[in-house]
């Protein structure tokens, strides 16, 4: 099975910015995947020959990571536990927790998760402004982003589009609709 790398593994791979392999991939001279959530995708074969093509030397790193990293952002204790639980049906992720924006924004830093699961009403900082915050970042720019939230205001709702998120789940969050939104975010395989 090919290894997708994410747009950050591939510019690294290729020794360039992040900006130049995705304004590649606009001009139509780097082919590459797209997940449904809109990110782009590439294996190392096509990003072997748009290097021969251009002339480019290999760097050839790649990040190490074999697992998909899952952040849950929630000051509910509960619903961490309960996305948690669902997560068990998936193998291959790597999975951290915050109670609030901040913690989350935190460990994004260090961590550099593929998926974050965050609420909109929570301490310190909340949701729209943990993704604003996400979405600014080159190397999380292209995080996958699953909103779910009991407060989904026509206002939130205006800013989440602004924002660019994936997926938006209204609780009470269904097992199914979560295990679903997760399956076409990543590539993490069911057990």
Known sequence: MKKFLKTFDAASYLGVSRS????WVKQGLLGSGVTPGGHYRF???ELDAFAVKRGLKIS?????????RILIIDDDSAFREFVRE????FSGFELKEAADGMEGALLVGTWNPDL??????????????????????EETSDTSI???????SPEAKEDIAKIGVDIVLEKPVRLGSLVAAVTKCTDIQLK
């Open 43 to 45: 294996t190392t074969e």
């Open 146 to 152: 699953i909103i779910a939230s009991a407060y989904l």
């Open 86 to 89: 669902a997560l068990q049906t």
């Open 116 to 137: 974050v699961i965050v609420d909109l009403k929570m301490p310190n900082m909340n949701g729209i402004e943990f993704c604003r915050l996400l979405k600014k970042g």
């Open 20 to 23: 130049s392999l995705t304004n």
């Open 60 to 68: 050839g790193k790649v990040s190490s990571q074999n697992v998909t």
